[in-house]
Nanobody, 122 residues
Framework: QVQLVESGGGLVQAGGSLRLSCANS????????MGWFRQAPGKEREFVAA????????YYGDSVKGRFTISRDNTKNTVYLQMNSLKPEDTAVYYC???????????????WGQGTQVTVSS
């Protein structure tokens, strides 16, 4: 079973950093590709980053490339999103999600966390 809980969101000034965490309480975490998505008010959900089950490959949305880094620790059943050089347009609710398929099959994510708010002030 996969139960995802995000943490680490908050309020930060533009140019600052935050690290989000997503913990899975299930025992099969290492079998899943993991992704981060975000949704701002009035906007559609946007792909942010994804990582294969092994952590060997990572993928990023164009708007965050070079600023965000996704990683995972399968011994801790946790995936991370390090966010640097934050911009006001990064403000959104951030969700982690799990998929048994390739991490870039974006419609395959069927386990979702409850989300964590990230607010970047200008």
């Amino acid at each position: 079973q996969v139960q995802l809980v995000e943490s680490g969101g908050g309020l930060v000034q533009a140019g600052g950093s935050l690290r989000l965490s997503c913990a899975n309480s299930g025992r099969t975490f290492s079998r899943y590709a993991m992704g981060w998505f975000r949704q701002a008010p009035g906007k559609e959900r946007e792909f942010v980053a994804a990582i294969t089950w092994s952590g060997g490959s990572t993928y990023y949305g164009d708007s965050v490339k070079g600023r965000f880094t996704i990683s995972r620790d399968n011994t801790k059943n946790t995936v991370y999103l390090q966010m640097n050089s934050l911009k006001p347009e990064d403000t959104a609710v951030y969700y982690c999600a799990a998929s048994v398929q390739h991490p870039m099959v974006l419609n395959s994510y069927d386990h979702w966390g409850q989300g964590t708010q990230v607010t970047v002030s200008s």
